[in-house]
């Protein structure tokens, strides 16, 4: 009986493994079958480097640097206010505060994750916008900035939970020999404790840089719809995501070249989302054969 119910539940696991192994290999072919087509009609080299994404438009372009330039503008005004931020929260949880205030302040900080980012978008342009506005007088009302700011409160949790983990497991012997050669607590923080998990930090920030590149809802409300190459952080753009949500509303055909423009867009996302991924699998590998 006891081996009946073993193999039960080794062949449930082993099921679960495969449905994710076979959801994400229909969905890396949903979007390959879809992108091919599209690239017969659209050269893959038009694709990578016209400066125009103007598919919905009757004079029609499809270079996909506008859409990287406001996924990747957004994504990194998030990561530069989230990483500081995460960072030093993790720091403090795990070097400085009492282990009662720790048990409190973390969940309460994961909080932060449970949000619906629909509300984040509506924050962003409700309050955000409006703040920076008094700052920045030509600060448009949709914009990366606003987007980007609020993007990062969002992945706060990613860097923050993460990265206190990995600083959580720094052996201990490593502390009390920084202690006794007489460091204080904040050099011990920062040239012993920190440089140790580093590994885990550096995951935890790629991380957050793979949610950051695939949120959609913040800047489908708060970055606009403006597909440009531009590196200004106070006018409007459109991220890949952005314009999935655009073309998935249901007003572009079906089956039309405008339509599979978003299996093409998916798939572009879809490589970026992968190679972060694989980096910090491969460094969290590296990382466990160090210490093993």
């Keep these: 009986m006891r081996k009946l119910k073993e193999a039960i539940i080794e062949k449930s696991l082993l099921s679960s493994a495969l449905i994710t192994i076979a959801i994400t290999a229909g969905i890396i072919l949903v979007l390959s079958i879809e992108a091919i087509n599209f690239f017969k009609e659209v050269s893959i080299v038009d694709f990578l480097t016209d400066p125009e994404w103007t598919p919905l438009f009757a004079n029609k372009h499809f270079g996909i640097l506008p859409l990287l330039s406001g996924t990747l503008i957004t994504s990194f005004i998030a990561v530069a206010f989230a990483v500081p931020v995460g960072l030093s929260i993790s720091i403090y949880i795990s070097e400085y505060a009492p282990k009662s205030f720790r048990k409190t302040i973390k969940p309460a ?48 949790p990613f860097v923050s939970s993460l990265s206190e983990d990995a600083l959580h497991a720094v052996p ?30 550096i ?18 409300i708060a970055a606009g719809q403006q ?22 509303l249901g007003d572009v055909q079906h089956g039309s070249i405008e339509y599979r423009t978003i299996f093409a867009a998916g798939i572009t996302l879809f490589v970026f989302t992968f190679l972060l991924n694989t980096l910090s699998y491969r460094i969290r590998k590296k990382y466990q054969e160090k210490y093993e």
């Design 203 to 220: 995951v935890s920030i790629i991380l957050a840089i793979s949610r950051a590149i695939g949120e959609t809802m913040i800047v489908a």
């Design 109 to 156: 900080l994961e909080l932060l994750a449970a949000v619906p980012t629909v509300v984040y978008g509506f924050f962003a342009l409700i309050v955000v916008t409006p703040f920076l506005q008094q700052f920045i007088p030509n600060l448009s009302g949709f914009n990366s900035l606003s987007a980007g700011i609020v993007m990062g409160i969002m992945i706060i």
């Design 227 to 248: 597909p440009r190459l531009t590196l200004d952080p106070t006018v409007p753009v459109e991220t890949i995501t952005a314009f999935i949500v655009q073309v998935s």
């Design 172 to 201: 201990k012997a490593l502390k009390e020999a920084s202690y006794g050669m007489g460091a204080t607590k904040l050099q011990t923080a920062f040239k012993v404790v920190v440089p140790a998990a580093s590994s885990g930090i």
